[in-house]
């Protein structure tokens, strides 16, 4: 090995970038700055070229400066976390991380606090909202408990979680226009998303993607703009600005599913899957969309 980058020496080139210098770094790790100079030569040591350059009271990056410390970041980051998870493992009182997608966490997760709050009495909860992809990565890294998923059960370590009813919406006197219908989604991959195209594939009805959001606070303003309809979770009242449509085919629930982390205590997995169904029954009563008739768009495209 040609060298070892230090923990400490790596905190101090992110402070410097943080706070903007040499001498307000050492302020906000409460060193003094001969000793965050210190740190910086010998990471500059280690690398072998310059990282960091004086200028004024500031400091400049240099361009191999500005790659290690994406880098340091990304170190610090895993290494905080790697501390905290064994600090919390399976103690008294720690807290609980559940995560969800956006579609289900609106309405589910305050039904799911509750059933926590009185089945762990002694942890706090505490929530991760996040895309499917990054959610299994981190049960898979141990960084959180337990997470509720749309889509059918995957693997052995899943728990069915009941179902979540799905509606499509649009801005208020929004209508389909001639041609394909345009909608909103997030960015693929994405069950709602793979469900909404394939529901109106089915149907013989066209449809073009005319707008993307990497998260459903994008869908939801883009939807409001007027932009396109959106397939959503439908949990009972309207989300804020949209309504309900009438003329697109209705959709089934989606299935949910509860995967948890390695080790995690199976009391802890059922208690959130028989917390998300109990919610997403509850909401089922008012998903009328599937015994209203349907105007045909094949007529009027």
């Known amino acids: 090995m040609g060298g070892i980058l230090d923990i400490i020496a790596l905190r101090s080139l ?15 790790l409460h060193l003094s700055q001969s000793a965050v100079s210190q740190h910086i030569r010998r990471l500059e040591q280690v690398c072998g070229r310059p990282l960091v350059v004086r200028d004024g009271n500031a400091a400049r990056f240099t361009p191999d400066g500005e790659l290690l410390l994406a880098e340091a970041r990304k170190i610090l980051a895993a290494h905080d976390d790697a501390l905290e998870r064994v600090r919390r493992a399976d103690s008294p009182g720690r807290t609980l991380v559940i995560g969800s997608t956006e579609h289900a966490a609106d309405q589910l997760l305050p039904s799911i606090t509750a059933r926590l709050r009185s089945g762990f009495p002694e942890h706090e909860v505490r929530f991760r909202i996040d895309r499917g992809k990054q959610l299994n990565d981190r049960l898979d890294e141990g960084a ?26 649009a801005a208020p006197g929004w209508q389909p226009p001639r041609g394909a219908i345009p909608l909103v989604v997030i960015d693929g ?113």
């Open 14 to 28: 992110t402070s410097i970038a943080d706070a903007g210098g040499f001498r307000r770094a050492a302020g906000s």
């Open 144 to 169: 959180i408990d337990a997470s509720l998923f749309i889509g059918d059960v995957r693997g052995p370590d899943s728990h069915p979680a009941g179902a979540l009813p799905l509606a499509w919406y």
């Open 189 to 301: 991959p994405c069950t709602i998303r793979r469900r909404a195209l394939q529901v109106l594939r089915d149907n013989e009805i066209d449809a073009s993607v005319v707008c993307e959001a990497g998260h459903l606070a994008g869908v939801l303003h883009a939807a409001r703009a007027g932009l396109g309809a959106a397939l959503l979770a439908h949990l009972g009242t309207p989300p804020e600005g949209l309504r309900a449509l009438d003329s697109l085919p209705a959709v089934e629930p989606e299935p949910l599913h509860v995967r948890g982390r390695r080790g995690a205590p199976p009391t802890l997995v059922t208690a959130v899957a028989e917390a998300a169904r109990a919610a997403a029954l509850e909401a089922q009563p008012r998903h009328q969309h599937a015994d209203r008739p349907r105007q045909s768009l094949r007529a009027t495209a």
